[in-house]
């Protein structure tokens, strides 16, 4: 066998899986080569809200809310209802906050608590009511040098304000309006304008947060550790010896090349969400890859390439499901994880009518709206409905509040195709194209529910998740505010997602395993590449980030660490 380059650890794919796990590895003694089929590096991971879910993680008790591995496997053994190993599960609650532990100490990686931010199942067992999802704490995007240009950007690119660099810990305040908001965005306009060396470089906003943040704090951790990056090199095929995976071919700067990988491959080249073909052929219809919000690379490569090397697949129907907007001119989808929630709004289907828990977690929320457009009335795409309150105070979107944007200041793009308006419900109705009368009947019913504050169908604003996204200042239930001042509005809902997470079966060390259960020699994999941990679920803020981040770390220990 002769090779065009040898290494230890070969990961394939720049996102959080793939960049923790070169970096464990590394700080292992392994040599260690990272390939991007991209021409930026950090995956969907970049476009990211960059949390990322820790049980028991050390700042937890500082908020006041104790939590033990035994509690977070409890949750998790709940909420994934025995579709995965117990010994994964428990592989991921003692890694977790190891991991995070390790990253803080030895790399640039540092996470702080967004505290108020609940498990999507507070109330179930082991369910917590904040504190398990951590997020990357800010950074100056000018210590990257030059390869800052390199790096894959996401809600950088979609500030409403230049200036602002929101942490997801930030949000419940924007929302929350008054003067607390005032200070906030105050607070980011001085980092702004006062980063002098930015300012008079032209770099832009290079305050970074969320998962720029987490990107650039994972890549310039591996710039320290002279880690080689290849973009636009993508895995093209896996080498197996006698049943064992010894390396891969990749495509780098204009050839095929042969790279050994002596302590094995990771796959962390993320799910197959942009292929259509794929989706169609595993997930049920109407899907296609333009809903998806996430990285236009994620093909599914590193998954059928692994299939044909012999690996057993898993959640192939599943994602990590979020309802989205679509934006004419914009190449992603919007994801919508506040909007569906606040008071004054509702989602209904052709028939005007309600179908789901719009508060409810958005990775159920699309569930709901697949299985009522199974259920023989159109709910893809559905309408979100709201009042002129609503729009004055909440951003939609690529909408900021009426009170900052009115109508008359919105771009023709927005005015004619995304948002619908009119001056009664009848006429809206009429304009989107649903029934008339069961909007009609469907708003005096949810009136009547936001003045008594219970959702007697749906339940909305019953649980702590619900209320996360709320507007505190709503009562007496802050998810349910009636829909009363015209005109009104409505725009179209899909059920999209934030990747998908079926893929390559792991055991709890990322090991590849076949269909017959036996570990692929040299083949590891992790994040959307691999069959989730989370099973159909999805525990809480940063339940697919760290995952990933937790499982290329494992792998790394386990392929990478002297043999004793
Ligand atoms: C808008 C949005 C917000 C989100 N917010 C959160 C959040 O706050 N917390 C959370 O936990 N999750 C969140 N997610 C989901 C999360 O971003 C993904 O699930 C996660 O980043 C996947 O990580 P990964 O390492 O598996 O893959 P990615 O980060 O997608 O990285 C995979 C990389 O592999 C590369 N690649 C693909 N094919 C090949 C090939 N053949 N050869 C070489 N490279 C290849 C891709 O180009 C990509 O760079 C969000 C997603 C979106 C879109």
Redesign the pocket.
Known sequence: MTWDKEVDWLV????????TSALRAVDLGARVLV????S??????????????VPANAGMAGFGVPDSHAEGLRYLEHITAGRVPTARLTAYVDAASRMVEYLAIHSHVVFEAVPTYCDYYAEAPGGKPGARTI?PTEFDALRLGAERTQQ?L??EHRRPLPFLSMK?AEIPTMLRGGLPRLLLVARHAAAYYLNLRARLSGAGNTNYT??AALIARLRLSLLDRQVPLWLD????GLVLENGVVTGAL?DHAGRSMRVRARQGVLL????FEKNAAMRQRYQQMPIGADW???????????IR?AEQAGAALDLMDQA?W?PVFMVAGEA?PR?IVMEKGLPGSIIVDAAGRRFVNESSPYNDFVKGMYSAHHSGTAAIPAHLVFDATFRHRYPVGPVRPGSIQPDAALPASIQDGFLTRADSLPELARAIGIDAEGLAASVARFNGFARSGRDEDFGRGDTLHDRYYSDVAVKPNPCLAPLERPPFYAVKVYPG???T?GGIVTDPHARALDVSGQAIPGLYA?????ASVMGETYPG?????????VF?FLAAEHACAPQS
């Open positions: 394939v794919g720049s996102g959080a899986a793939g960049m390939v991007e089929k991209s930026r590096f950090g995956g969907s991971t970049a476009m990211s809200g960059g949390a990322i879910w997020e894959r996401g809600f997801a969320l998962s090199s993508p895995l093209r990749i962390a080249a993320g799910g998806a919000a996430g990285c236009p690379d994620n093909e599914g490569d590193a390439i990590w979020c992603t994801v997602d934030l990747g997470k992790a994040g959307n590449s691999s803020a940063g339940g697919t980030i760290g995952p990933a981040m290329g």
